[in-house]
């Protein structure tokens, strides 16, 4: 059981806008930033969101991220079909001391 | 360019004990804190571990406290990852991370990642 809460899976066709959202709590997303991380099948996680909304150099513009409260969101615009991998968030926990991940989104582009 | 190069995983027996070493390149090691992400078969990410650019700051996820040591030579460029006392739970795949920052803070970001060892406790 993930201390972050994702859909375990989401699709959509190509050229459309799909979002994936991650629910915590006051002592993770509620206080500290949220990551996002894709992992493409078969390779190690990439950063695609950091800082809640910040996109590191290299990633495509059609991600984009935001937080409101304790959940936090990733946003697919012009969804490709090279965009098919698992998501995953991450944030800071207080209580824990330690990082915690949501447990993965699997998208599906149909 | 960045490469995260982890090596050390293997087959060992339940109660065992391991050692991992991840190898950093093209960038200022000792400026960086870097931490541990274990992802078990067909499962998600785990945090396991992290450690200041300094190596004097180290946090670590309940699941390894007190088994698991973290630690770096900034001399070598090198990060490890002590485990004793494997469990069969322990199983997985250990990718080596970059924080974006020098320590740790509430904002860790993973920028760059390794490509991961396997480990698996099995008797």
């Known amino acids: 059981q993930s201390v972050l809460t994702q859909p375990p899976s989401a699709s959509g066709t190509p050229g459309q806008r799909v979002t994936i959202s991650c629910s915590g709590s006051?002592?993770?997303?509620?206080?500290?930033?949220v990551n996002w991380y894709q992992q493409l099948p078969g390779t190690a996680p990439k950063l695609l969101i950091y800082?809640?909304?910040q996109r590191p150099s290299g990633a495509p513009d059609r991600f984009s991220g935001s937080k409101s409260g304790t959940s936090a969101s990733l946003a697919i615009s012009g969804l490709q079909s090279e965009d098919e991998a698992d998501y995953y968030c991450?944030?800071?926990?207080?209580?824990?001391?330690?990082?915690?991940f949501g447990g993965g989104t699997k998208l599906t582009v149909l | 360019e960045v490469q995260l190069l982890e090596s050390g995983g293997g087959l060992v027996q339940p109660g065992g004990s391991l050692r991992l070493s991840c190898a950093a390149s093209?960038?200022?090691?000792?400026?960086?804190?870097m931490s541990w992400v274990r992802q078990a078969p067909g499962k998600g990410l785990e945090w396991v571990s992290a450690?200041?650019?300094?190596?004097?700051?180290?946090y670590y996820a309940d699941s390894v406290k007190g088994r698991f040591t973290i630690s770096r030579d900034d001399s070598k460029n090198t990060l490890y990852l002590q485990m004793n006392s494997l469990r069969a739970e322990d199983t997985a795949l250990y990718y080596c991370a970059r924080d974006r920052h020098i320590v740790v803070v509430t904002a860790i970001c993973f920028d760059f990642w390794g490509q991961g060892t396997l480990v698996t406790v099995s008797s």
């Open positions: 991450a944030a800071w926990d207080d209580s824990l001391n330690g990082v915690v």
């Open positions: 800082s809640n909304n």
């Open positions: 450690i200041s650019g300094s190596g004097g700051t180290t």
């Open positions: 093209g960038f200022t090691f000792n400026n960086y804190a």
């Open positions: 006051s002592s993770n997303i509620g206080s500290n930033t």
